[in-house]
DNA sequence: GCAAAAGTGTTAACAGTACACCCATGT
DNA sequence: ACATGGGTGTACTGTTAACACTTTTGC
């Protein structure tokens, strides 16, 4: 009963990256912040399968990396970001996913703060934007021309999430492979990594006034917040700086930083 | 660029399962309540690498498969236990950790209600006893001849778990692979479970008492807890019975049921 | 001055903690 | 009767939610 692993068939397995960013849109007037706006890191593919259309950042694993380092790398290959912490999400394997063969997707999430360092030419800041309806949820990315990409993701019975058009090779929504359910899961995931603030952290620079943070709650959960109370509930996890944020036509805001705690993901 | 998945190497994908469950220890005296013990299902090997080791129950994915169908049915061939659902818990891919060559594990982990009906001969429910320490965990299974496993696993400064001896093919702790490793990861997912009480339910049968429940958050926080205060917070989540469990040396007790909500798990 | 945002204070409802007390049972 | 666990009440404390109010700025 030893396992020889050279007389079974082995799958590829390949590592896709869920990237989150928050970039600012512009002000309405010299008074009014800007909001922040939720992207997601997309690539346009140039080869087959699904040549043209969008999909995650990711690649194939090697046996000199492990399935996290072969993630970190492409990413900071697309993106030169690196050094931030990737979270598991999901693994998938169902045979048919990929036109190519046997290949499962070992799927990883993250945020990182927005820069325009892009690196890799047929990558892009794609905004999202995300509905939970009735029995299915609803994914709808905007590149920066403006084109939509739609996508809708539905639950079965056994609460998992899967592709409406599973059994297509060419699935009916705009993104290649399975892609939409994995951004699907990694924005779920996202809203329920918010009850404590160190997810909303990494979207912002070191120092921040307590606004933007909120405003990534808010972006985040799709609703308004009191100021007063979230103030209060966030105040134990930030400390203040000497630095003021001055410049637009209301009192100046004190910025703040994250406090120091041992396990902060 | 296109990828010829013939034209790379490829990896072996295993799935390994980390299963818990209750037993109740023999009773003191007709008035004492027994409490239960945490157990995690175990096999001995009987093959090399690590021949007469105990090690995670799990098997390699084919192609017919999702890992998680493969998972589930290597647990069912070894347990008679079917119909459970499974949560990842981690991809173990570092090469070397198997010394048959480039293996992957996809972890997982569950919960099954007790049950004697271990149907692999090899395999066995082993007592567990886990203690955080300064700076690393403590591990300690017991097999039912009383014969006691120990391993100790570490944390690296990235607070990733890491096993001490990562880098000798046979681990100094008494478990095959880096099951310690894994079984410590579940153990600290299993905690952070119960602020919700959907994992504590399945360790029990449908109908339970209020105590036999909150014995199970006793044996898994390691710590006991105020009845008064764990009825009030609990009783939201369950419903009366009209079933009364009679038999002990004082007043009988209520039998509960979980009440049904949308969203399980 | 004014609009916008920064920031504080107040209240009531609610949840969490600790502890005291009574109830029902098998031997 | 009595030890043991089942079950309730209560007082205290901390957290959350809603809303009213004051402060500070650029134009």
């Known amino acids: 009963m030893t396992y020889d692993i050279s007389e079974y068939d082995r799958p590829s397995v390949a590592a896709d990256i869920v990237v989150f960013t928050a970039?600012?849109?512009?002000?309405?007037?010299?008074r009014h912040l800007s909001a922040p706006e939720l992207s997601v890191l997309l690539i346009k593919r140039k080869e087959p399968p699904f040549m043209d259309m969008i999909s995650l950042p990711g690649g194939f694993c090697c046996r000199e990396e492990t399935i996290e380092e072969t993630a970190e790398r492409k990413l900071c290959e697309k993106t030169g970001v690196s050094d931030i912490p990737l979270s598991l999400l999901c693994n998938l394997s169902k045979f048919g996913r990929d036109p190519r063969g046997w290949?499962?997707?070992?799927?990883?999430?993250?945020?990182?703060e927005y820069s325009d360092t892009v690196t890799d030419k047929n990558a892009q800041w794609y905004n999202v934007k995300f509905e939970e309806k009735e029995n299915h949820y609803s994914l709808v990315l905007t590149d920066n021309d403006g084109n939509e990409y739609r996508s809708?993701?539905?639950l079965n019975n056994k609460n998992e999430?899967?592709?409406?058009?599973?059994?297509?090779?060419?699935?009916?929504?705009?993104?290649?492979?399975?892609?939409?359910e994995i951004i699907v899961r990694a924005l779920l995931r996202l809203r329920n990594s918010l009850d404590k603030p160190f997810a909303a952290f990494r979207?912002?620079?070191?120092e921040f006034t307590l606004t933007e943070l909120q405003q990534i709650y808010e972006m985040i959960l799709g609703k308004k917040l009191?100021?007063?109370?979230?103030?209060?509930?966030?105040?134990q996890y930030v400390e203040e700086t000497d630095e003021i944020e001055r410049g637009a036509g209301?009192?100046?805001?004190?910025?703040?930083?994250?406090?120091?705690s041992e396990n902060d993901f």
């Open 250 to 260: 209301h009192r100046p805001s004190k910025l703040y930083r994250k406090k120091n």
């Open 23 to 30: 970039r600012k849109t512009s002000r309405e007037s010299y």
């Open 226 to 235: 009191l100021m007063a109370n979230f103030r209060r509930k966030i105040l």
């Open 103 to 112: 290949i499962i997707s070992c799927c990883y999430w993250t945020i990182a």
């Open 203 to 206: 979207f912002l620079p070191e």
């Open 161 to 180: 999430l899967y592709n409406q058009y599973e059994k297509a090779y060419i699935p009916k929504t705009s993104l290649a492979f399975d892609h939409a």
């Open 152 to 154: 809708e993701v539905m």
